[in-house]
């Protein structure tokens, strides 16, 4: 029988408008970056999957080379649609990426328009769908025309491949340029994907303003900052964490000064009667400029536990002055 998500599901759910389009995000969205690849259990992500949409998350956001092997994740995900969430096609925002490495030569990588087109078609092939809600540039590159690589994006937005179209770390000059060669072209810029968290906070600087002026949502990247705010790297580095794991979390950039900052903020958190992690994603959250926090779960638990930051996502001037004291 298949399986059908809990009716409930849009009851405790809040969405914020994105940007000054018309489309709706959750306050929290799942990437699928690391945990849904083949070298990860299956079982497992199903699991997370569901119980996110059972829970009102309607934006799930991948690229063309999540999960290990590159590409598995958006294989995975393309399963777990057809045998669960065949029905509930109309009900998600599913977002991917194309910019870095991907397959080999000169055309699996950067901003061309003859790897985004070709990756992109990859990416429906492999999610076994006709498009993407939202298709990213995923890097700034600075070696190829900004025109050629939006204009990838106008094309497929033009195909119908892609709803809507997003950059992902570009600075603020660069998101001005994109957008307004998107928008001589009749193309709204939906989002910009930036990292964002108590460990990072870059865009603070211009880019939120900038994107607040464009009339551009902000959906930010590892709020959990890869999982160091939580309390699993207070004592060393646990055997199952990322940081143990995957390449891309660098054991040596958790330094004991970044701990100090942690364990402040942890006692912050208790303080708020939140965990460390509901805090650092409401954090985020507290500036109505941020659409969504797009977060990450190993399993269903970190999910449930995360997903309840939404129950407090205000601040008072004194928690944000201790923060700023701890992290800046
Ligand atoms: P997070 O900062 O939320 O980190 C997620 C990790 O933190 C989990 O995999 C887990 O790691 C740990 N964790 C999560 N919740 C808890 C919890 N409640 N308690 C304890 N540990 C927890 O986000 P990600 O770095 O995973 O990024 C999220 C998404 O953002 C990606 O999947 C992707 O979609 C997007 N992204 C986009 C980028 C871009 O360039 N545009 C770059 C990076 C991410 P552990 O395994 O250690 O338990």
Known sequence: MNWISDDQRYENAEFR????SGLDLPLISLGLWHNFGDVDSYATGRSILRRAFDRGVTHFDLANNYGTPYGSAERNFGRILAEDFAAYRDELIISTKAGWDMWPGPYGNGGSRKYLLASLDQSLRRMGLAYVDVFYSHRPT???????????L????????????????YNAEDTRRAENILKQEGV?????????????????VDLLQTLDELGVGCAVFSPLAQGVLTEKYLAGIP?????????????????????????????????????????A?????????????IIGARNVQQLDD??????????????EKLINRITI
């Open 281 to 293: 994603v409401a954090w985020t959250l507290r500036d109505p400029r941020v659409t969504t926090a």
């Open 142 to 152: 600075p070696d190829v025309p900004l025109e050629e690589t939006i204009g990838a």
């Open 154 to 169: 106008i094309h497929a937005h033009r195909q119908g491949k892609a709803l809507y179209v997003g950059i992902s770390s």
């Open 306 to 319: 995360t997903l309840d930051a939404i129950k407090n996502i205000t601040f008072s001037s004194e928690e």
């Open 188 to 204: 709204p810029l939906l989002v910009h994907q930036p990292s964002y968290s108590l460990l990072n906070r870059e865009i603070e």
């Open 239 to 279: 055997e199952d964490s990322r940081a143990e794991r995957s390449r891309f979390l660098d054991k040596d950039s958790i330094t004991d000064k970044q701990i100090g900052k942690v364990r402040s903020l942890l006692a912050l958190a208790r303080q708020r009667g939140q965990t460390l992690p509901q805090m």
């Open 17 to 20: 408008r994105c940007g000054r």
